[in-house]
């Protein structure tokens, strides 16, 4: 009978993990989110880990009889989950549906509509605005309130921040 289990992995060594237990047939999975990150001015769609540091592996039950020591000491991860004694078991059905949100997910934005965001940079720069939506040019639009009325403004993500 399969069961999936909870593993630790070291800081930011989720696919190095993934990767070296993979290799080793064991079979796994790591929970993935799309997100629109800045990097060095530019909007990027970034594959992250769902839950940092934690992997699902599928294990039997005479594999679990089996000594730990193959999957401890895989490079990458750092220990399992247990409690007490007994290591976590994860229910079938979280995984699959956390499978299935993985499929149906779209991209999570840096900015979403409504909000606050101050100008970094340009002729407009320490003005605050309210972020409306992003255009096909990958653009954000802004409302800005200038001479006394609202306007929208087209602005490089890079040059936003987003106000608390």
């Known amino acids: 009978m399969l069961a999936w289990?909870?593993?630790?992995?070291?800081?930011?060594?989720?696919?190095?993990?993934?990767?070296?237990?993979q290799r080793?047939?064991?079979?796994?999975?790591?929970?993935?989110?799309?997100?629109?990150?800045?990097?060095?001015?530019?909007?990027?769609?970034a594959n992250e880990p769902l839950f940092p540091r934690y992997i699902f592996i599928q294990l039997d039950n005479d594999m679990f009889a089996r000594s730990w020591a193959p999957i401890r000491s895989t490079l990458g991860v750092s220990h399992l989950i247990r409690?007490?004694?007994?290591?976590?078991?994860?229910?079938?059905?979280?995984?699959?549906?956390?499978?299935?949100?993985?499929?149906?997910?779209?991209?999570?934005?840096?900015?979403?509509?409504?909000d606050r965001v101050l100008v970094q940079e340009g002729p407009l720069a320490?003005?605050?605005g309210v972020f409306q939506m992003t255009d096909p040019q990958q653009r954000c639009m802004v409302l800005l309130n200038l001479l006394h009325r609202q306007t929208i403004v087209r602005f490089s993500p890079a040059g936003l921040k987003k106000i608390s």
């Open 83 to 114: 409690f007490g004694d007994e290591p976590a078991v994860i229910d079938d059905q979280i995984i699959d549906q956390l499978r299935c949100r993985e499929r149906v997910q779209s991209v999570a934005p840096v900015f979403e509509a409504g």
């Open 5 to 21: 289990y909870l593993v630790f992995t070291k800081p930011r060594q989720e696919n190095l993990a993934l990767d070296n237990l």
């Open 24 to 45: 080793q047939e064991y079979a796994c999975y790591l929970p993935r989110l799309q997100l629109e990150r800045l990097r060095k001015g530019r909007l990027v769609v």
């Open 126 to 128: 320490g003005l605050e």
